[in-house]
């Protein structure tokens, strides 16, 4: 049972589901400046040299200019104030041009990371961090939703269908940017809804009766084979990188080549991960739509 096993149409293809979601965004942006005479414009703000987040800003910055949008690119240096931080955090929330706002995190030590997220304006939050989202969410009201749950829910109706009512969903993970809020979509669906963490006394038992698996935990190869149900759909939001004899490579919370018997399943890399910039556009327009009272 090897990943031969894997035939070609399990496999949830995020890479090429991203790319055809950002053909679809451009075209809305070009009938947006035809309806409006404006384009969605998204803010990101980075402060400090973190490499890693770097290059995820520039992969920010040239996804959004290529849909045809205006990318707003705030660098700052690492020992920029907290006050500092929140005035251009509140010039941004009244930039007409910006209809979305995102803070890199991590924030550099001496920044709290939730004073700066609670101080965007909800309606360009399009992380979907803030409080306000996450209650809207909660409470089944039209909300930014976290773009890397988001993203997993899309690929998750593109296997299933529109309808999910009554499947058995259980999420790993229970994160305020990942667990949390895909759980909360998932009961929004009308499945039947299950969260295992660190501390969940019965993990296998419950993920074998799981219709829909999402892993979101951070641990390579946590889900073995038989933890998974014949016929479930897989997706697994892990990004690990490991070292194997010399070589390192990225892998997901999957043990990948256990998982023949799903019914579908996204690999590591070129699954989930494609899908986070794609949605975060997604919700840029999404907020542009709503800030000028279009419908959606
Ligand atoms: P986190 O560390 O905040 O949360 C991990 C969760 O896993 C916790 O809720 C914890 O209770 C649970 N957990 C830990 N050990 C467990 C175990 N043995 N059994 C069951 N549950 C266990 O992580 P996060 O931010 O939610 O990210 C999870 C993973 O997803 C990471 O690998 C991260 O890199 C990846 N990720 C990917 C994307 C993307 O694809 N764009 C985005 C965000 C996160």
Known sequence: MGMDRLQQANVIDGKAFAAGMLEHLKSDVAGLLTETGKIPGLAVVLVGDDPASAVYVGSKHRQTVAAGMNSFEHRLPAETSQSELMSLIERLNTDPQVHGILVQLPLPKHLDPNAVIQAINPDKDVDGFHIANAGRLATGQPALVPCTPLGCMMLLKDRLG?????????????????????????????????????????????????????????????????????????????????????????VGDVAYDEAGHAGAITPVPGGVGPMTIACLLSNTLTAFRRQHGLAA
Not at 175 to 182: R, T
Not at 220 to 233: N, Q, T
């Open 162 to 250: 529109d309808n999910l009512a009554g499947l058995n969903a259980v999420v790993i993970g229970k994160s305020n940017i990942v667990g949390k809020p895909m759980a909360q979509m998932l009961l929004n669906a009308n499945c039947t809804v299950t969260i295992v963490h660190s501390k969940t006394r019965n993990t296998q038992e419950l993920c074998r009766a799981a219709d829909i698996l999402v892993v979101a935990v951070g641990r390579p190869g946590l889900v073995r084979g038989d933890w998974i149900k014949p016929g479930a759909v897989v997706i697994d939001v892990g990004i690990n990188r490991i070292v194997e004899g010399g070589k390192s490579r990225i």
